[in-house]
């Protein structure tokens, strides 16, 4: 536990930042639903975010209809990357898709502001494949998964800046994802506080469609 950063969860090691309804779920999602806490160095957070403020800074944070998933946000769809930036996407890239995988142009960078938040969504099926992969910036969250047919089934995840995490198949098709809001952002017993977060979400393709197909994914995929 401390100092390890992992709880013995009978024979399965169970990482200190994702939590869960039970063995059961932890297991099945362990490699569908995945944090990689310091996948990035100080020097990249501050290349992305250095790169990103300029752009992020022409739009207007928006708080939109009832219905709408996110609060409180501001968005871009990032297809020009200086080179430092290309070097750490195409880290994600390695990290998280299989080689067969055609990736989404461009990335989807989202600037959700100390009281924005995501409601449980799951990214459509129509624009977005198998796997999707976010870096986090600045602000700690918490993102909650719950099984769209078993709400009692939920999985849990601390995103720390500077993390990457990974939801793919079962973990993105069969449970939606949110960002807790401030009020509610706890991880178990731990309090988590928003602060602005930015974060970097790189989507596969559904397969069979091609790069250069027609047909514009929606801003929120
Ligand atoms: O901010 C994130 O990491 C996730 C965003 C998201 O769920 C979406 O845009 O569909
Ligand atoms: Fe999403
Ligand atoms: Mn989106």
Redesign the pocket.
């Known amino acids: 536990m401390a100092g390890s950063g992992r709880l013995a969860l009978g024979t399965l090691p169970v990482p200190g930042w994702v939590r869960g309804s039970g063995p059961a779920v932890l297991g099945r999602l362990r490699d569908a639903a995945v944090v990689r806490p310091g996948f990035l160095s100080a020097a990249e957070e501050e290349t992305l975010s250095r790169e990103l403020e300029p752009e992020l800074r022409r739009h207007r944070y928006e708080y939109d209809h009832w219905d709408a998933a ?1 609060h409180g946000f501001r968005e871009t769809e990032k297809s020009r990357w200086s080179e430092a930036s290309r070097a750490i996407l195409q880290r994600v890239q390695a990290a998280a898709f299989s080689p067969g995988q055609t990736l989404l142009s461009p990335v ?1 960078v ?1 600037d959700l502001e100390p009281r924005g938040y ?1 409601k449980p ?1 799951v ?1 459509s099926i129509k624009f977005c494949g198998a796997t999707i992969a ?1 870096l ?1 910036l600045l602000s700690p969250s918490v993102m909650r998964l719950v099984h769209t047919q078993e709400p009692g089934e939920w999985l849990e995840l601390l995103l720390e800046p500077g993390s990457l995490y990974i939801l793919r198949g079962s973990a993105r098709y069969d449970f939606s ?1 949110e ?1 807790l809001r401030d009020e509610e952002s706890f991880f178990g017993e731990r309090r988590v506080p928003r602060g602005r977060r930015i ?1 970097v ?1 790189c989507r596969s393709l559904p397969e069979g469609m091609g790069p250069g197909e027609p047909g514009q994914p929606p801003p ?2």
Do not use: V, Y
């Open positions: 996110i989807h989202l995501i969504h990214d976010g986090s994802h960002i974060s979400i929120a995929c």
